[in-house]
């Protein structure tokens, strides 16, 4: 039989609730007691157990009095429950219509509601592949579309030595990998133990919304079909249980991880890895992770949406070679890491977590800034990392109102200091010296868990920088045996300045315990406004994003006047409308979001043969590489395996059963899309696509998007270490005095300003243009090279720019005045700044000229990377 144990005290998941709240446990009695501490282990027969299922009810009083409907509520589960038990109901968990008939509430229509669309915008706001049916959206138009999960989420992954049993959303059917978890570790930590059996209950699946009409996927309550997930009470019920236990569970495995105690209250543990919410940011102080509740609040809305809208949830880190994982492997990093812990968590809670990695050793975020979000993917959540190249100042305030206003979404941010436009968290770096000392005694070391030992050593004799300890870093896996390296791969150890890997792990850790507090109260959020009041589905005022975002871009323009971004003569006056208007760009710089869209070959018009600078250089080996020394040891805890566990992991309980979906191959395409706008700069007659331009030799092979999805960036013959798999390289179109022009089709030109990005320093027998390199004439073509040209570079050096066929001419003395070192290694020029009565097409040439004395020398070269309009 199933008895009702009624237990006084606090929320086991949320320990900020006061003591007086309640919560209800469905425990089955007998020999095979489960109870809140054996959580999940008996579930082989999952379809006939009750696993300690809880929600919480209302108890202000704290006397024990409840509602009559909620008693009604509790009196009709437990007959559920025991006839479950008595084998009268397969619990599929699909028995919603009999809790809803029991006066469950619908939600209040009579307010306002979110409208469908009635002319949707296209792909998120981006171009779509047919230019002739491009949509043109202005720069107050912010609709964007639910973000679906991509079908190929649904295909099996590839095999990963230490990943191997393959997990599945219960509403989605994202597949992913993780390491297994013993049966001892099973039972000592539990297990997600929940599963959808509507489909094995009526065979067939269930009805499901088209977010894609409601306008950012807000569609209103009353618009959900009764057996959507959503509004089924019995699956809210379980499947909200499932997710409270689970959160737990990742966050105690992260605490003993690290050597902290799991449970209660622990001053250490709060010093390395707690977290606070504070009412306002000017008391922000004493912890590693904070956030004011105001702001703290967006986060979990908007992972409220992503969880009720089965979204996909993007996580984008921008900054320096710190943010970039240098000297270790890019899987190392820091998002990465991130990504490690919280993939099977999202997965499980109906979502599709995507992970990317911006960073760029020696660089700062200004480049990207100015391409407004496309470079960067109009992420759900972005994490500011630029300390040691920025600091603060416009470009950072810009970098901010820039991701606010630029994108169809308003990001949560994640940042380490300085209070900026939006919502965000902070976290702190001083975190590890905190933690645990590895001591002299070598006997001891191994008392000390794996993921600290060494950070923080008790004698400078134990050389705890030493490459050795500090670096794990690797460049093949020599158990691969179908498939041997064009390039002998390097050894270890490896050297190098910047963290460990311990570090970077622990900075992932960090941030994943500031989502999984957010996932906490969306949940506890879920099931007091569900669950407690008999609602289905939740409200929209709790996980709409349309009117909050519009808020927060409200909020930045307001302040738009005495911020920092206006103010800081540090910035360059001419480059001041990135901190008021949407900006758009291109560029072949890597990692960059949607790399087959965002290329600045993209934008370059062919020639007339069709030429188009080319990428030609193949990938070699496209499947993960696992590297021995990596390996978490036997004992010590695996947060992956732990948080991966589940007992309905098998073909019986799969949304797709025993379907297998193969990924489709990636590629970066070589050719563009045609262009046929090209009116104004045909009528010019001289101005015409050179084919002296050439893809600089650093591009890198393979599909770089920032992720760790594709095994295929910078993995060329040449490459001699395959697995390092860092996407940070500095490419441009390279060209020089014998190129020609180089012309670019820009769409949707709202404000006039056009600004390109090149690199002037290309100079000498190094940088030999190989597209020209035997070229004695511009084009290659048999005709007298220009008369004019007399001087050398760099002191007659000149550069024709072309905008919508007006050529002006620049000679050195005027590009000196011309061209903005924004930041280090960032040179800019304005080439354009005239409001357009109405949003136009524009066409941009470029090209340079020396004298053909100079142009042996190779002095007359330049590498453009980005080009950007608003």
């Known amino acids: 039989p199933t008895t009702l144990k009624m237990v006084e005290g606090p929320s086991k998941t949320s320990i900020s609730k006061p003591t007086g709240n309640r919560r209800i446990e469905y425990i089955r009695v007998g020999t095979n007691e489960i109870d809140e501490e054996e959580r999940g282990t008996n579930g082989n027969n999952a379809g006939e157990r009750v696993q300690a299922q809880q929600f919480h009810v209302n108890s202000d009083s704290g006397d024990g009095t409840f509602v009559s409907g909620q008693i009604k509520k509790i009196v009709l589960l437990a007959i559920i429950v025991t006839l479950v038990t008595l084998g009268v109901f397969n619990l599929g968990f699909t028995l919603g219509d009999i809790y809803r008939t029991q006066e469950q509430k619908q939600p209040d229509v009579s307010a306002g509601t979110t409208k469908k669309l009635k002319k949707p915008p296209t792909n998120d706001g981006e171009e779509t592949e047919d230019e002739d049916t491009r949509a043109k959206l202005d720069t107050i138009d912010y609709r964007f579309l639910h973000r679906p999960i991509q ?11 230490t990943n191997s049993v393959l997990i599945e959303g219960v509403s989605t059917g994202v597949r992913v990998k993780v390491p297994p978890l013993s049966l001892a570790d099973t039972t000592r930590y539990g297990q997600w133990m929940f599963f959808d059996g509507y489909r094995t209950e009526f065979g067939k699946d269930r009805p499901v919304i088209d977010f894609s009409e409601y306008e950012a996927g807000d569609a209103p309550a009353q618009d959900f079909p009764k057996d959507a997930w959503q509004a089924d009470a019995t699956y809210m019920m379980h499947f909200l249980d499932n997710a409270q236990k689970l959160i737990d569970r990742a966050r105690e495995a992260i605490y003993e991880e690290y050597g902290f105690p799991v449970k209660g209250p622990s001053t250490e543990r709060d010093a390395a890895l707690g977290f606070k919410k504070f009412k306002d940011a000017s008391e922000i102080k004493g912890f ?96 500011w990392d630029s300390g040691m190249t920025e600091g603060g100042g416009a470009v950072v305030d810009a970098f901010y109102r820039q991701a606010i206003m630029a994108g169809k979404r308003v990001p949560f941010f994640i940042n380490d200091r300085g209070s900026y436009p939006g919502e965000y968290a902070q976290w702190s770096r001083k975190a590890s010296n905190t933690l645990m000392v590895t001591p002299l005694d070598e006997n001891k070391r191994k008392d000390v868990p794996y993921a600290v030992r060494y950070l923080n050593c008790e004698s400078s004799e134990m050389s705890c920088n030493k490459p050795e300890r500090k670096f794990n870093k690797g460049c093949w896996d020599n158990s691969i045996t179908d498939f041997v390296p064009p390039t002998p791969q390097k050894e270890p150890p490896f050297g190098g300045q910047h963290p460990s890997w311990r570090s970077y792990q622990l900075t992932g850790r960090q941030i994943s315990l500031i989502f999984l507090h957010a996932l906490e109260e969306a949940v506890d959020l879920w099931q007091e406004n569900t669950v407690v009041v008999g609602q289905f589905p939740l409200d929209d005022q709790f996980w709409h994003l349309t009117d909050h975002y519009a808020k927060i871009r409200n909020e930045t323009r307001e302040s738009l006047a005495d911020s920092i971004c206006m103010t800081d003569k540090n910035l360059h006056d001419s480059l001041r409308k990135v901190c008021s208007v949407p900006m758009r760009g291109r560029t072949e710089f890597t990692g960059r979001a949607n790399p087959d869209r965002t290329a ?118 040449t490459n001699a270490c395959l697995a390092n798999d860092h996407q940070d390289t500095r490419t441009g179109v390279f060209g020089d005095s014998l190129s020609d022009w180089i012309v670019f089709d820009i769409d949707n030109v709202v404000e006039g300003f056009v600004v390109v990005k090149f690199e002037s320093w290309h100079k000498g027998n190094k940088f030999i243009n190989p597209r020209t390199k035997d070229w004695e004439t511009i084009n290659n073509e048999r005709r007298v090279l220009w008369p004019e040209i007399a001087k050398f570079w760099p002191v007659d050096f000149e550069m024709d720019v072309a905008v919508d066929g007006v050529i002006t001419t620049y000679n050195l003395e005027m590009l000196q005045e011309k061209v903005i070192k924004a930041e280090r290694v960032v040179e800019l020029m304005v080439l354009h700044d005239n409001k357009p009565e109405k949003p136009k097409d524009m066409e941009i040439a470029i090209r340079v000229r020396c004298a053909d004395e100079s142009r042996k020398k190779h002095t007359c070269n330049i590498n453009i990377s980005h080009l950007y309009w608003a």
């Not at 993939?343 to 990207?368: A, C, H, V, W």
């Open 151 to 161: 079908a190929s989420a649904q295909a099996t992954p590839v095999d990963v030595r």
């Open 288 to 383: 590693p992770l904070s956030a004011t509740e105001q702001n703290f609040d967006g986060l979990v809305r908007r992972l409220l949406h992503a969880m009720m809208t089965n979204q996909e949830f993007k996580v984008a880190l921008n900054g320096h070679s710190v943010a970039a994982g240098h000297d270790s492997n890019f899987w190392q990093s820091y998002i990465h890491q991130f990504h490690h812990v919280m993939e099977p968590i999202f997965t499980r809670l109906g979502m599709k977590l995507s992970s990317y990695n911006y960073g760029r050793g020696g660089l700062g975020t200004f480049q990207d800034t100015m391409a407004g979000t496309c470079t960067l993917g109009d992420p759900d959540v972005l994490i």
């Open 600 to 717: 600045l070959r993209t934008i370059i018009r062919p020639t007339a043969d069709g030429y188009v600078p080319t990428n030609n250089k193949e990938v070699v080996y496209d499947r993960p590489i696992t590297i021995d020394g990596q390996l978490i040891p036997d004992g010590e805890v695996d947060v992956r395996a732990i948080v991966g566990a589940g007992g309905f992991d098998d073909d019986k309980h799969r949304r797709l059963e025993s379907k297998v979906l193969e990924p489709d191959p990636v590629a970066v395409p070589n050719m563009v899309r045609s262009h046929t706008n090209m009116r104004s700069l045909e009528q010019t007659g001289s101005i015409i696509p050179g084919n002296g331009w050439q893809l600089q030799e650093t591009v890198p092979a393979g599909y770089c998007d920032g992720s760790t999805d594709y095994h295929s960036c910078t993995r060329d013959s």
